[in-house]
């Protein structure tokens, strides 16, 4: 079936532009995460949707970034005034509620802010 | 917070070698524990996981148990192949929303 899908698949913009990220989770699934990598580390938590409500937002590093998901499948991950330093892959997981269940990622957004 | 540190990579190896990759954790409460892989040009997928104190996890010839008295997660494959070349992730979740990632250790295996 299909994966999560994640578009674009590359992003270029100015610095001081607003840009979103848009992700298709997998159909069924309740749970859905964006997360952050860098070169070099691991994927960084930024977010979690229960349904349509976030249930944890606390890794969103400013009120510059913000995500929703209005009718529980869809995600678009919004940033505001870019900034040079918020370039990196943009990954989007879904999963089955349980915890243990193990995450579906996406193939990632590369965000470049020049 | 919770945190995971693996094997600094990278790591380069003969075909047919043993393969180790460190990875212990800290979390407050019971974490379920994940190694994740990454094959060139392709996205984050699920390797293997365990659930509770000595549950080994295996796939693909891989395995790697959980230690709670250590609190590691290694990962161990006894015959490496030139496709096993990937960055390897070891994740700890100790709920069901903030799945916490290692830095990833790159392996690189040669024929």
């Known amino acids: 079936g299909a994966g999560v899908s994640q578009t674009p698949s590359n992003k270029v913009t100015e610095k001081g532009k607003y840009v979103e990220l848009r992700c298709d989770p997998i159909s069924g699934h309740t749970a859905l995460y964006w997360y952050r990598q860098s070169l070099g580390q691991g994927p960084e938590f930024l977010i979690y949707f229960q349904g349509t409500g976030a249930a944890d937002d606390s890794g969103l590093p400013n009120d510059r970034f913000f995500a929703v998901r209005p009718e529980g499948s869809v995600s678009t991950l919004k940033i505001q005034r870019t900034e040079r330093g918020d370039s990196a892959v943009y990954l989007c997981?879904?999963?089955?509620?349980?915890?243990?269940?193990?995450?579906?990622f996406g193939n990632g957004t590369r965000l470049t802010v020049t | 917070g919770d945190s995971v540190t693996q094997m600094e990579g990278p790591v380069t190896l003969s075909e047919e070698a043993f393969l180790t990759i460190n990875c212990t954790y800290t979390?407050?409460?019971?974490?379920?524990l994940f190694w994740y892989v990454q094959y060139p040009g392709e996205g984050l997928q699920l390797l293997l996981k365990?659930?509770?104190?000595?549950d080994k996890g295996s796939n693909k010839g891989f395995e790697a148990t959980y230690r709670k008295e250590t609190t590691s997660f290694h990962l161990e494959k006894g015959s490496v192949q030139v496709s096993d070349s990937a960055v390897y992730f070891c994740v700890a979740n100790t709920n069901a929303g903030k799945s916490t990632f290692g830095d990833g250790t790159t392996l690189t295996v040669k024929p």
């Open positions: 365990a659930t509770k104190a000595d």
């Open positions: 997981a879904s999963s089955e509620q349980n915890y243990n269940s193990p995450l579906h």
């Open positions: 979390a407050t409460g019971y974490p379920s």
